[in-house]
């Protein structure tokens, strides 16, 4: 058990050190990032390039990027649970819907970037949140609706058919008995999608202009024809990469439940 | 009766004296004034279409929209009454972004800054907004030729026909450490090796000379004797310049056909190949940062680059929040500026104010870019401390203010007014981007060791494919145009 | 739709295969209302952004739009004809194909090597977890910028240890070199799916029955032998799920790619998507580079449905 303890601790330290360079990078000066041979701990920890970042607005593009995420979460796991709620109980549209519906995530965003584009701009929805977190919504809800279903489907159908027999409604059956026992299952699925909108970078790039623009998009403003700003880029990453990291140290859990759903029940 | 005649002669000449005089002062008084309110002409004139409209203009994101966003826009918008918005995009995305707009019809932005390079290509799309009719409706026509010759003739029009305002300064500036030419005992050892003097190359062959001999001589110093930015995006402007200054042609005029892969161009690869063995370990990867990093340091003892080097090798305003980034400057006050061998600067990107064909406020876009481009508020605007917009007006280059910054001030003036009657236009074509992208990729593959002739030879069957594609008819006339301005080609030199 | 989205495809496939195999449950009386509103919202959204889209691709395929001018007269096959012909976007597919074909098993053995390791209980096991899944949650740009600040030549790290290994500085210009070029664009891929993987596997074998593997040890067999016999059946039908999941993601490669060498040196590392962006968005051949992207989505489609099928054949 000793080496193998031994190899866990060096095979996360390989794989940890690139995030602690970017993190140390952060809170470097920009003198001591440039200086050669490049030390490995900052002499001392400044919060200089994170007060730039909040001093300029750039921090603001963080919360948009959290606006987004969430709510194109919030509705993604809305509409496409109740999609696969009917999916999973009913079979709504037979092998032909769930065909189309897995056919969505073959296409590649850049594809279809432009194209989107022009229909916002014909809808007027560029640079704005509702226009983002729609997209988001759109090209997450294949996956959503395909985890739920499988989570759905491993609920035993008896508990609904007893609540209708009682005299309950079929939405008070969706809300109060489906729900709460896919509890585990939402979970895992939100996460991930939460995290897919997170860290999206092209819809970002092509659909919003100043108002909405995510911390993705803001990262690559700093790599100027003239100018170099590797320390305004290593704060704005780790900026936009501290609430995910938050978020996956709590639900843990959920989350690696999440991504070997299948292959655990499979 | 003889004093009489004389008396009336005198009380004549007099009197024509002072008509002369008072004309003269008016027609001084009226020019300065006419001169001077160009600015306020703008600015009088936006007061009345302004109230509660705002602005979007495209820009450099990074320290250069620093600009309007702390200086420019709140003055214009306390002088008028106009908000100004600055969208911020990189370099690498700008083209693309006024491109998706435009072609959606958005109306998304009303300014642009454009690099000059792309302008046939916008123009050609109708992307932008031709500002004849404006420039004289506002009289701005004088104040523009006042704009340093090679880019006033080079960077503002297409077809005969005003797209932008030349709005920077941006040359290829030759740096080279004046302290470490001065030593006396290099520049015995040098003139024994060479039989001529230790001075800033006035060719290439002398800076090859003068750079392997320095590396040598300074290695115990840790000392190079010179050092660029090699990466692919800047070394292609490098190799467009000196293959003008050898005398290279991109284009037989009359078929169209590429020339680039003749005697002169793969001399120049191999030369450029060659040169990198005296120059410092990773030289093919440098960007503007790592060689200005080196040069700052003191490691290199000559190089190539924009002005804005020259401001950061001196120390100017180094404590400047915006400009923490640069590294520290080792070598305040031992920097020497001239222009690089061949004599011919390249003009590398610049950029032109422009109003955006599809802006539903172009009366409104356009004053404010005679604003910003006026000789009262550029002057200001090129002494910004964390300005990347370098001197571009004639007055610039002798304004007194500029020349007490630091020092050596006024040799960097007179350098970049020197370069800026000589400099040359950055090829634009139709499709520039794909012409230059051939370029980049050919560098890419010379620095990964492959042969300059069969480099070239790939660049010139690309460029004729892309020739094709365009039209070959098309690409020729846009090609006249771009070759009959002065920032062409170099006159045969003497 | 896109892996680009954000960096974790997760069980979709899975799911998708599980929800094939598992017999439908018997539906009450049809409720088509009820169904129909549990439908729609999510329809709906997806045809706007998927078939729109689509439609457009097609028709603008067939036309003659370009950055210089807007010709949306019918064109016929006139880009697919160029596309045939089209050399840099063969080399792009093929260095797609070499990206795939080398990422996807170095990840699959390092992953299942991994969750060999973490499968016996060692002390503290979930936070090592929890710590390891770290580079897949970070966005696909921000791991691009790190590692191309890790192989900077002057100021990255790996350059300085390989100094010290060497004994003297090393200053390798891991994204100018053609032979280096591959392995650095792989190092920074491998290393942020690798834990993916892992983490697949992980569960899996922890569902491999326990009885067997201790009859097994019992019997005297080794361990390569009870590995080939027990556990890699077990452990198949997730293996190829996961196989499927990074195949189809590493054919998109986009990010990754775009912040270490955009496709240089040259063209040497363009992949298919850093392709499609360049003919798209920076020259604006937007009818030339619809008849690509639907070139890549029939493909995709194609290969993936292939894939499926296969699977489900083999079940």
């Not at chain 1, 031994?6 to 000066?29: D, G, N």
């Not at chain 1, 990027?65 to 037979?94: I, K, N, Q």
């Not at chain 1, 790599?223 to 170099?228: A, E, P, V």
């Not at chain 2, 794909?434 to 060791?449: D, N, T, V």
């Amino acid at each position: 058990m000793v080496w193998r303890t031994l190899a866990a601790v060096a095979l996360t330290t390989c794989f940890l050190f690139p995030i602690y360079w970017l993190f140390m990078i952060s809170f470097k000066t920009p003198e001591e990032i440039f200086a050669f041979p490049p030390r490995w701990w900052p002499s001392h920890i400044q919060f200089d390039n994170y007060a730039v970042l909040f001093k300029d607005g750039d921090a603001v593009t963080v919360w948009n990027s959290l606006v987004v995420a969430s709510a194109s979460t919030v509705l993604a796991m809305l509409l496409g649970t109740l999609c696969a709620y009917s999916l999973a109980r009913f079979r709504t549209g037979g092998v032909h819907l769930s065909n189309w519906i897995i056919s969505q995530r073959m296409v590649p965003p850049i594809a279809v970037v432009f194209p989107i584009f022009l229909m916002y701009v014909f809808l007027g929805w560029v640079d704005t949140y509702l226009g983002l977190i729609l997209v988001y919504t759109a090209f997450n809800l294949p996956y959503v609706i395909w985890m739920m279903r499988g989570y759905i489907l491993d609920i035993p159908v008896s508990l609904e058919e007893a609540a209708l027999v009682d005299g309950w409604t079929r939405w008070q059956v969706l809300w109060k008995v489906v729900m709460p026992m896919a509890r585990a299952g939402l979970f895992a699925t939100a996460i991930l999608t939460f995290i897919f909108a997170w860290n999206e970078f092209l819809f970002a790039l092509v659909l919003t202009r100043t108002e909405v623009a995510t911390y993705t998009v803001q990262v690559t403003h700093y790599f100027g024809g003239q100018s170099g700003f590797w320390a305004k880029i290593s704060a704005m990453s780790v900026l936009g990469t501290l609430p995910i990291f938050v978020v996956v140290a709590f639900m843990q859990r959920y989350l690696v439940r999440g991504i070997s759903l299948g292959a655990v029940k499979g | 009766m003889f004093q009489a005649q004389t008396g009336l002669r005198t009380a004549k000449a007099l009197r024509l004296a002072l008509l002369l005089a008072i004309t003269i002062t008016t027609a001084l008084w009226t020019g300065a004034a006419a001169a001077q309110s160009a600015a306020q002409r703008a600015v009088d004139a936006a007061k009345k279409g302004c109230a509660g409209k705002t602005i979007t203009i495209v820009w450099e994101a990074g320290l250069q929209s620093l600009d309007p966003l702390n200086f420019s826009g709140p003055k214009w918008e306390q002088l008028t009454g106009c908000k100004v918005k600055v969208v911020e995009v990189p370099t690498a995305e700008m083209f693309t972004k006024i491109m998706q707009e435009y072609r959606a019809g958005t109306g998304a932005y009303d300014a642009l800054n454009v690099v000059p390079a792309w302008m046939p290509d916008l123009v050609q799309a109708g992307a932008l907004e031709a500002l004849d009719p404006y420039v004289d409706k506002n009289g701005f026509r004088d104040e523009l030729q006042k704009i340093a010759p090679t880019y006033r003739d080079n960077q503002m029009k297409v077809n005969g026909k005003i797209y932008g305002f030349p709005d920077d300064g941006d040359v290829f500036l030759f740096y080279y450490r004046k302290d470490i030419f001065a030593r006396p005992d290099l520049q015995q050892a040098f003139k024994a090796k060479y039989k001529y003097d230790l001075a800033p190359p006035k060719t290439w062959k002398q800076f090859d000379e003068i750079g392997s001999f320095l590396t040598d001589a300074l290695k115990g110093e840790g000392i190079y004797g010179a050092s660029f930015f090699r990466e692919p995006t800047y070394a292609q402007l490098m190799f467009q310049e000196r293959f003008r200054n050898e005398g290279g042609k991109f284009f037989d005029p009359q078929s169209m056909k590429a020339t680039v892969n003749g005697p002169v161009g793969v001399r120049v690869l191999t030369e450029m190949r060659n040169e990198n063995r005296f120059m410092p370990p990773g030289v093919e990867k440098f960007g503007f940062v790592e060689n200005l990093t080196v040069f700052l340091d003191g490691k290199s003892a000559m190089t190539i680059s924009w002005p804005p080097y020259g401001r950061f090798a001196a120390g100017y305003l180094a404590d400047e929040k915006a400009l923490a980034w640069v590294p520290k400057s080792k070598i305040a006050g031992k920097v020497g500026y001239a222009l690089p061998p061949g004599g011919h600067p390249e003009l590398a990107l610049g950029f032109a104010l422009s109003v955006a064909s599809t802006s539903k406020q172009k009366d409104l876009a356009y004053l404010f870019i005679q604003w910003l481009n006026s000789d009262e508020v550029s002057t200001q605007r090129v002494q910004l401390p964390y300005a990347l917009r370098d001197p571009f007006r004639d007055s610039h280059y002798t304004n007194k203010d500029y020349m007490a910054k630091w020092p050596d001030a006024k040799d960097y003036l007179a350098a970049l007014g020197d370069a800026a009657k000589t400099g040359l236009l950055d090829l634009s074509l139709i499709q520039t981007d794909k012409y230059e992208e051939s370029l980049r990729q050919a560098m890419s593959k010379l620095w990964a060791g492959g042969d300059p002739k069969g480099i070239l030879d790939d660049v010139a069957k690309q460029w004729d494919e892309i020739t094709q594609r365009v039209g070959v008819d098309k690409q020729k006339t846009v090609y006249k145009g771009w070759a009959a301005k002065s920032g062409a080609y170099p006159a045969p030199s003497k | 739709m896109g892996r680009q989205v954000g960096g974790l495809p997760g069980a979709f496939e899975v799911g998708v295969l599980r929800a094939r195999s598992v017999p439908s449950q018997r539906a009450r009386p049809r409720e088509r209302g009820f169904q129909l509103a549990l439908v729609a919202p999510s329809i709906f959204v997806l045809l706007l952004f998927g078939v729109l889209p689509l439609v457009y691709l097609i028709v603008v395929s067939v036309q003659n739009i370009t950055m210089i001018d807007v010709d949306q007269s019918f064109h016929g096959l006139l880009n697919y004809r160029l596309l045939a012909a089209d050399r840099r976007l063969w080399e792009a597919l093929l260095h797609t194909g070499i990206f795939t074909a080398i990422a996807l098993p170095v990840e699959l053995v390092l992953g299942l090597a991994m969750a060999q390791l973490f499968i016996e209980h060692i002390p503290g096991r979930g936070v090592f977890v929890a710590l390891l899944v770290l580079p897949v949650v970070v966005s696909p740009i921000v791991a691009g910028t790190t590692w191309s600040l890790m192989f900077d030549n002057r100021f990255g790290p790996i350059n300085q240890i390989l100094g010290w290994i060497a004994g003297e500085p090393a200053a390798i210009l891991w994204t100018i070199r053609p032979d280096l070029v591959y392995v650095a664009i792989l190092m920074a891929e491998i290393w942020q799916w690798t834990p993916f993987m892992f983490l697949l596997l992980l569960a899996a074998l922890s569902g491999v029955d326990k009885s067997q593997l201790e009859a097994a040890s019992i019997d005297g067999a080794g361990y390569w032998r009870t590995f080939r016999k027990i556990v890699l059946p077990a452990i198949r039908p997730v293996m190829v799920v996961a196989i499927l999941i990074r195949a189809l993601d590493l054919v998109r490669l986009f990010d990754i790619v775009w912040a270490l060498t955009k496709g240089g040196p040259g063209t040497m590392t363009e992949t298919l998507s850093v392709f499609t962006y360049v003919k798209g968005f920076q020259q604006f051949e937007t009818s030339y580079t619809a008849a690509v992207a639907l070139l890549v989505i029939v493909l995709l489609s194609v290969a993936v449905f292939a894939a499926l099928k296969r699977v489900e054949l083999a079940r």
